[in-house]
């Protein structure tokens, strides 16, 4: 009798060692599943242009800390929104906007800010052509312009307030305004002659003069905005708290990693950059919010109205 229940408890507890093996193997599947992220279609106008953007720092931090991922590219800023809501992204790189707008919904935090000759800061610009008789944001009354996405920072948002603040109401005093959904499509209107002028990012536009695209020197700047925060590397705030750590861990240290070129640490419009601060105070973006506010809800919906009229 004895015996039998020796053996009884023998089988259940080498049971209870499977099932624990089983436990670990899917332990081990699951730190494998690469890291889901999405990046807002900032750049390039093209999801190829995006991705080739920021490929190779998630390359090289991978390579670094063994963390998998899984780059896309979303169809709109406000689907990057949506997706780090419902749990479907674990990582973002968002422009300051679609931050706040993630933050205020609890889906977001701070992971990264990239730092780029010693600062984390870019800018928004407003361009025309540089045989326009535009030289002021003034002189945009009466004139047509084109705008990037409607949850856009730099070619959008902050393009619009700087104009509020010079008293020009891009409702009433522009004759035509379009929304292009990105900043090369923005600017490819002004160099085609179908805009007078046209909102983007310093970045993407020195990307369009360092890629050559065709007439991108035969622009101007109108008018330049104060530095914004540099558009952040956000992760869910969803995701368990060692993971957010080893995420930090890693983009803090990438760029001095062994084995990483420098070549590889890249940022906003495919920029090389000195690396990424995971340390970043996200008090530094309440400038930025401040300034948004002066962009209503109901603007926007106005802005959206008239930018549909034909």
Do not use: W
């Amino acid at each position: 009798m004895k015996l039998k229940l020796k053996k009884a408890l023998q089988g259940i507890f080498a049971l209870a060692l499977l099932g624990l093996a089983a436990c670990s193997d899917q332990g081990g599947e699951a730190e494998k599943h690469p890291l889901q992220v999405l990046l807002i279609p900032a750049d390039g106008g093209t999801e190829s242009g995006t991705l080739a953007d920021y490929r190779p720092i998630f390359d090289a931090v991978g390579k670094s800390s063994g963390i998998d991922f899984d780059l896309k590219v979303a169809q709109s800023y406000g689907a990057v929104v949506e997706a780090l809501c419902s749990g479907n992204a674990d990582i973002a790189f968002v422009g300051p906007v679609t931050y706040l707008q993630a933050k205020e919904r609890d889906c977001a935090q701070l992971l990264a800010v990239g730092v780029k000759d010693g600062q984390s800061i870019y800018y928004a610009g407003i361009f025309a052509r540089k045989d326009s008789p535009i030289r002021t944001i003034a002189d945009l009354k009466g004139r047509s312009a084109a705008f990037g996405d409607v949850n856009s920072t730099s070619s959008f948002a902050y393009p619009l307030a700087m104009m509020i603040e010079a008293g020009v109401d891009p409702v009433k005093d522009l004759s035509a305004l379009r929304l292009t959904g990105s900043h090369a499509n923005s600017l490819a209107a002004l160099i085609e002659g179908r805009v007078d002028a046209a909102a983007l990012s310093f970045d993407s536009y020195d990307k369009a003069v360092r890629e050559g695209v065709p007439g991108a020197t035969d622009v101007k700047v109108i008018a330049r905005s104060e530095p914004i925060p540099y558009p952040p590397l956000v992760v869910n705030s969803r995701l368990p708290e060692e993971t957010k750590a080893k995420l930090r861990n890693a983009f803090e240290g990438v760029a001095k990693a062994p084995g990483i070129k420098p070549e590889m640490i890249r940022g906003y419009a495919g920029a090389k950059l000195d690396g990424y601060d995971a340390h970043f105070p996200p008090e530094k973006f309440d400038g930025a919010a401040r300034k948004l506010a002066l962009v209503t809800d109901e603007m926007k919906g106005e802005i959206l109205k008239k930018a549909s009229e034909r």
